[in-house]
Structures are given as C-alpha cells and as structure tokens.
C-alpha cells in the first residue's frame, strides 16, 4: 500500500549571531532560509524547467554563511544562509541535517524514525513510492518545506553508517548527516528491538518528540535507521519526484512565506507524524497518493513558489566549525 505520511518538525527560524556567522548547532532542530544554485520545474511534470540562484526554507545544521534580510516575523525570514561545510571533530554533540536536500538526489535519513523506547516507527519501513510531507505548524496553518518521493532505500547502523555508505553518497552528507551520528552512538545497545509496527499520532508520546530533537545526542550503539534516496524529475516515481518550494533569488530580496497547505489530508495541529489517507482504497492507494502530491504541487505552484530540486552541494569551509 502506498503511503503518505504528514511529518512535523519545529518550524522556528535558527538563531544566528550579529556576526552573521552560524555556527554548527549542538541545540533542538530549527529552520534555515537557504540560498544555493539549483534546478527548478514550474509544472508537475517536471518539463518546465530552469536553473539559477535559488532561495528556501529547510534544515542546515551546519555552518552557514549568513546575512540579515529584516526583522522577521509573519512567516518571513530574519537571515538568509548560504550553507557551508566542515568538519564536526571539534564539536560536542553536532545536529544532523535531515532531510539533506542537497546533490542528485534528496536523501532523509533518520528524524522520527525511532522512538525513545528502540522501537521503529512506520517512518522506517517505507516503501518506493511512498512520500513525505514535511513541514511544521505556524499560525495554526502547516506550512511545508519539503516534499520527498522514496525512489529506494537500505538500513544502516549509526556506528558504521559512514563505513558502509562513503562513496555512495555526497561527501558533504557524510560529514552533515552520518558523522554526526557516528559520534553520538557512545551507549550501550538496548538488546532485541521491539516489533516494527505502524505508529500513529497516538503514539508518538511527548518523550519521544524530546528525543527526536536530540537523538543525534543519544541514540545508542547499533541503533538502525533507513537512509531513503529521493525520486527525481529524470527518475520520477509514477510521474511523482521530490522538491523544496523555491523561488528566484532576485524575486524574493526580502524572501517569503513558506506555503501554507490546505487539504482534507492534513492536519495542522498534529504532534509527530501520522500516515494520511488510511480509509482510502487499498487496492488504489498509488493513484490516492499520487493525486495528492499533485494537489499539494498545485497550491505550491499557486502560492508562486517554484518546485526546486538538485540543488548544489555547500562548499567545504575547513576553518570555521
């Protein structure tokens, strides 16, 4: 059955000294306004398209370059970060950067995937087609960032994620995502696992959001996550492909306002994530979820955004961590 999963993350925008320089976060997951050069669609085709500076919302946790655009507030960004990469050595207990939009492919790779007990939640055991809808809650709408089309997928162990997947993924991703929970993976391990079962808002208690913010912090030698690679508009998935929401660097000097999504599918007040469209048919769910991912393609659309994709990997800043 195809899924499509609603994925909360905190949706406030990261803190950065008057300096402008941002520094490797070691706190709870916030937001960037990134700018990178990248790909874009302007239909839900894929055909449409263009390349240039691009500006959007996601999650950097790395250093970043950054310069003050105003104040803030209504959905505006305060900064905006162009993301910068070294290496983590020399810090304590560094975020990872999930999902990671940069390179070929989006690639997500561990938030919510297990719960502060060691079970697994349905977010690691998802299937080719399936997409993910993140996004975060402001002003009692869901505002998104990131959609993300599963193309494939393997496991891997936070202790031996770098061993098994340098050279198969940016190196920038290893140094962001996989070092970052190699490093943390210190614990002893918990024994046998629980069952992998689905995981509802019900439950996903408030303990695991707690540990979810901090699990690059704590997760436990041998800990399993699934590293997903991300459909793209030269390798859709049924005609579906990930994408941020976007827009030309020159059209938004003063950047914008992620799209709020409106739909009988979502729920702005949800804790966690859930998997939306569960009473739809079985037998018909990739035409459910596709027509889905094409309704949230259109309010992205409408709402002026582009559909950015392949955007460039940061360049490597080996001074500043």
């Known amino acids: 059955?195809?899924?499509?999963?609603?994925?909360?993350?905190?949706g406030g925008e990261h803190r950065i000294p008057a300096s402008g320089r941002k520094p490797w976060n070691r706190d709870k997951h916030a937001r960037c306004f990134?700018?990178?050069r990248g790909s874009f669609s302007r239909d839900n085709a894929g055909r449409d398209r263009g390349v240039g500076d691009l500006v959007f919302w996601g999650e950097w946790e790395a250093p970043a370059h950054a310069q003050r655009l105003g104040c803030g507030g209504d959905g505006l960004p305060t900064w905006i970060?162009?993301?910068?990469?070294?290496?983590c050595a020399a810090v304590q207990q560094p975020q990872n950067t999930d999902p990671f939009v940069f390179g070929d492919t989006f690639l997500y790779s561990c938030c919510k995937q297990v719960r502060r007990n060691g079970s697994a939640t349905l977010l690691r055991k998802l299937q080719r087609g399936d997409v993910i809808l993140f996004g975060s809650r402001l002003d009692g709408r869901f505002v998104l960032d990131t959609v993300f089309v599963v193309a494939r997928s393997e496991i891997f162990e936070t202790n031996r994620g770098v061993e098994l997947l340098t050279g198969r993924v940016p190196a920038e991703f290893v140094e962001t995502v996989l070092r970052p929970l190699a490093r943390a993976s210190r614990l002893e391990p918990r024994g046998?696992?629980?069952?992998l079962r689905g995981c509802g808002p019900e439950e996903w208690a408030p303990e695991d959001e707690e540990y979810a913010a901090c699990a690059a912090a704590c997760a436990p030698v041998g800990t399993q996550y699934r590293l997903y690679?991300?459909?793209t508009p030269d390798d859709p998935v049924d005609g579906m492909f990930s994408f941020?929401?976007?827009?030309?660097?020159?059209h938004a000097p003063a950047g914008f306002r992620r799209p709020a999504i409106d739909a009988h599918f979502i729920n702005a007040n949800l804790r966690g994530f859930k998997t939306c469209l569960e009473d739809e048919d079985e037998n018909s769910s990739h035409q459910i979820v596709k027509a889905a991912w094409e309704k949230v393609v259109s309010q992205v659309i409408q709402q002026n955004h582009l559909l950015g994709f392949q955007f460039a990997l940061p360049e490597w800043e080996r001074d500043h961590a």
Do not use: I, N
């Open 244 to 250: 941020a929401p976007a827009q030309l660097a020159e």
């Open 34 to 36: 990134l700018k990178s």
């Open 81 to 87: 970060c162009v993301p910068k990469v070294c290496s």
């Open 192 to 195: 046998a696992e629980a069952d």
């Open 1 to 10: 059955m195809t899924r499509l999963v609603q994925l909360m993350h905190p």
């Open 229 to 231: 690679w991300g459909a």
